[in-house]
């Protein structure tokens, strides 16, 4: 895989992560903590897991293959676990 590519799909699913993140936070947990309705939890929870985990793939592969710095590579981590934070890693590659 080419390195454009990588870096093109890290941006893509790292945007996607951080949707996701957003949806389980400010949707998914408060419909079951207001609202008592704890079903949306679960698969919004897992879909975000999943996406997780291919974003942190996507991430060994920035930093082993098209060579991204290490301490852009930790931003990269630290940005993932902040809401909205992903949306900024276009300015670390």
């Known amino acids: 895989m080419e390195n454009s590519t990588i870096t093109k799909w890290f941006l893509i699913i790292g945007k996607v992560e951080g949707y996701s993140y957003l949806i389980l936070l400010f949707i998914a947990m408060p419909l079951k903590y207001i609202f008592n309705t704890p079903e949306y939890v679960r ?3 897992s879909i975000h897991g999943a996406l997780f985990v291919a974003f942190m793939l996507l991430l ?3 930093f082993f293959k098209v060579k991204l710095s290490f301490k852009n590579a930790c ?8 809401p909205f934070g992903t949306f900024f890693l276009k300015r670390l590659v």
């Open 75 to 82: 931003f990269a981590f630290l940005l993932s676990l902040v």
């Open 43 to 45: 698969p919004m929870g």
């Open 60 to 62: 060994a592969l920035m």
